[in-house]
């Protein structure tokens, strides 16, 4: 079937590490592309999208993702971490076949120590 | 400006009985949407209203799911009768066009559990 996989369901990183979070898709044509992060007791926030242009996407609070036609990858990157980043990250698209509707990965917990 | 706004926050309910969720959205979004996560899984779409008209209720589960916009402001969802596989959390989500790169603000969910 086809998805949106994000690869690691949790991660624990400590402070100052750098940060990649991967994200594959395995839908064909032309995909928008989302990365969102719900802070603990708080709304989904939308971190960076891409829809054309540059593959690499800035983003809010240091993020950045790298989207990669021929891997169908989105992966999101951040050099270095810091304990507010702790939160749930999610990956989702806008495959062609489905309209508007975002289709979402499972999700990544991350965790920051500090 | 407000954000998405939905509540209750929390709800639980003994299995047989009728939630009703409510969703605010930011005013002015013609576009609405329901997403829901169960058991930590991902999070799925359910359906989409533009002012007070379905226009996509293709993710609803069953018949024991009803999302109503009257007027095109506020949306309710009810689950009647609520059943256990329910639980989870429901979303909401409003944006300025239905086109995605408009990007969708969402609420802070509700937590459904169902006992």
């Known amino acids: 079937a086809q998805s949106v996989s994000q690869h690691n369901h949790h991660v624990i990183l400590s402070e100052a590490a750098s940060l990649e979070l991967g994200c594959n898709y395995s839908?064909?044509?032309?995909?928008?592309l989302f990365w969102y992060v719900q802070y603990p007791g708080q709304h989904l926030q939308l971190l960076l999208k891409y829809f054309s242009g540059d593959p690499l996407v800035k983003g809010i609070k240091g993020f950045e993702a790298e989207f990669i036609k021929s891997k169908f990858s989105f992966n999101l990157r951040k050099p270095s971490v810091q304990w507010s980043d702790t939160a749930e990250y999610f990956c989702?698209?806008?495959?062609?076949?489905?309209?508007?509707?975002?289709?979402f990965g499972a999700g990544t917990i991350l965790r920051v120590k500090s | 400006e407000a954000g998405v706004t939905q509540f209750p926050s929390h709800s639980v309910i003994e299995k047989g009985q009728t939630v009703t969720l409510r969703c605010d959205p930011i005013?002015?979004?013609?576009?609405l949407y329901w997403y829901r996560r169960v058991m930590g899984k991902e999070i799925k779409f359910l359906l989409h209203f533009v002012k007070e008209s379905k226009q996509d209720e293709s993710g609803m589960p069953n018949n024991r799911f009803l999302a109503e916009r009257t007027g095109g402001t506020y949306s309710t969802l009810k689950v009647q009768p609520a059943e256990l596989e329910d639980s989870g959390v429901y979303f909401c989500a409003s944006s300025q066009a239905a086109a995605a790169n408009y990007g969708y603000t969402f609420g802070s969910g509700t937590r459904l559990t169902v006992v």
């Open positions: 989702a698209v806008t495959p062609p076949e489905y309209g508007n509707k975002l289709v």
């Open positions: 005013s002015g979004h013609d576009n």
């Open positions: 839908y064909g044509g032309t995909v928008n």
